[in-house]
């Protein structure tokens, strides 16, 4: 395994453990109750902000990728998924979430070419296994809709990974700008949904606008900017075996945080989850280099960062 592929796999594994703090922070911060708000809240300012500092808009047809991709990864994602939160324990729910990396296997061997290999299945497998020793309770209840709920979110979440790689970037285009392209119009599909569901916003205090300026700047739009770029970088389905740190991250800080107890099954649980995740990372004996998208390679990923930031700063 190369330095290059090492940093571009730590960098995206950046993206789902930031994403493990976003029910500390909501918790913690944030008005209750009011999930629709936050996702728009995450999504649009962050897409916006990221949209300005590329200094590019789409054209042609990637306005409507752009509006597929967008809704499919956050537009689509963040309802469904606090809908099955709402209507689950979290545990079902972190559980369900963690079925993704199975839709994107199959998903990548039909769209991307990329071969449905019994070593990712069997980490996709062990690490959803092990995601639900760490949350599930002898106490969870399914709920019908919930369940619905939680499996849609994380198809219509494996479908835009793989949508997103298949397509990859305009020529000339960085990922930043792809990323707020993609936040914006995931934004613009959920306030419509908070203000029917939801009603007005809340208001807010010095701690709300605190949560809310961290689920923006780096829960949400650093975040996806480096899932967005592991994407360019390594194939779907390694990005996505890298989901499970999220409520493994949870898990760490409800410990470390809020004083969770971490029972043996659930250290053993964290054990097999993480070591899934690094398992998943590692190349075939008989691997090839990792399908791209046009214009991903590191040497011009780095440069079309470089070209995003410099833009930036005209």
Same mark, same amino acid.
């Given at each position: 395994m190369t330095v290059n592929r090492v940093t571009t796999i730590v960098l995206t594994a950046l993206a789902p453990i930031s994403w493990g703090s976003t029910y500390f922070v909501a918790s913690e911060l944030l008005p209750p109750d009011r999930p629709l708000f936050t996702g728009a809240m995450r999504a649009l300012? /962050?897409? @916006?902000? %990221? $949209?300005?500092?590329?200094?590019?808009?789409?054209?042609?047809?990637?306005?409507?990728k752009s509006a !597929?991709?967008?809704t499919l990864n956050i537009g689509a994602f963040f309802p469904l998924l606090f809908l099955s939160a709402y209507r689950l324990p979290g545990g079902v729910a972190a559980v369900l979430g963690s079925a993704g990396p199975l839709f994107v296997v199959g998903l990548a061997a039909l769209l991307l070419g990329e071969r449905a290999?019994?070593?990712?299945?069997?980490a996709a497998v062990v690490?959803?296994?092990?995601?639900?020793?760490?949350?599930?309770?002898?106490? /969870?209840? @399914?709920? %019908? $809709?919930?369940?619905?709920?939680?499996?849609?979110?994380?198809?219509?979440?494996?479908?835009?990974? !793989?949508?997103?790689?298949?397509?990859?970037?305009?020529?000339?285009?960085g990922p930043l700008a792809v990323?707020?392209?993609?936040?914006?119009?995931?934004?613009?599909?959920?306030?419509?949904?908070?203000?029917?569901?939801?009603?007005?916003?809340?208001?807010?205090?010095?701690?709300?606008?605190?949560?809310?300026?961290?689920?923006?700047?780096?829960?949400?739009?650093?975040?996806y900017f480096l899932w967005f770029r592991g994407i360019g970088q390594l194939t779907a389905t390694s990005v996505t075996l890298l989901g499970p740190l999220?409520?493994?991250?949870?898990?760490?800080?409800?410990?470390?945080?809020?004083?969770q107890a971490l029972s043996p099954v659930q250290l053993l649980g964290m054990a097999l989850a993480f070591g899934a995740t690094v398992f998943g990372q590692l190349p075939g004996r008989t691997a090839t280099a990792?399908?791209?998208?046009?214009?991903?390679?590191?040497?011009?990923?780095?440069?079309?960062?470089?070209?995003?930031l410099g833009k930036a700063k005209v």
């Open positions: 300012p /962050a897409g @916006l902000l %990221l $949209v300005a500092l590329s200094r590019t808009l789409p054209k042609g047809s990637w306005w409507w !597929v991709l967008g290999r019994l070593r990712n299945v069997l690490a959803a296994f092990g995601v639900s020793m760490v949350v599930l309770t002898s106490q /969870a209840e @399914l709920d %019908l $809709v919930g369940v619905i709920a939680g499996v849609v979110s994380s198809a219509s979440m494996a479908s835009g990974t !793989v949508m997103t790689k298949r397509w990859g970037r305009p020529e000339g285009v990323t707020g392209w993609q936040l914006t119009a995931g934004g613009l599909v959920i306030i419509p949904i908070a203000a029917l569901i939801e009603g007005a916003p809340p208001a807010l205090d010095g701690k709300a606008f605190l949560g809310y300026g961290y689920m923006m700047l780096i829960n949400t739009g650093a975040a999220s409520p493994l991250t949870a898990a760490v800080i409800g410990w470390a945080a809020l004083g990792a399908k791209k998208e046009p214009f991903s390679s590191p040497e011009q990923t780095n440069q079309n960062l470089s070209m995003d």
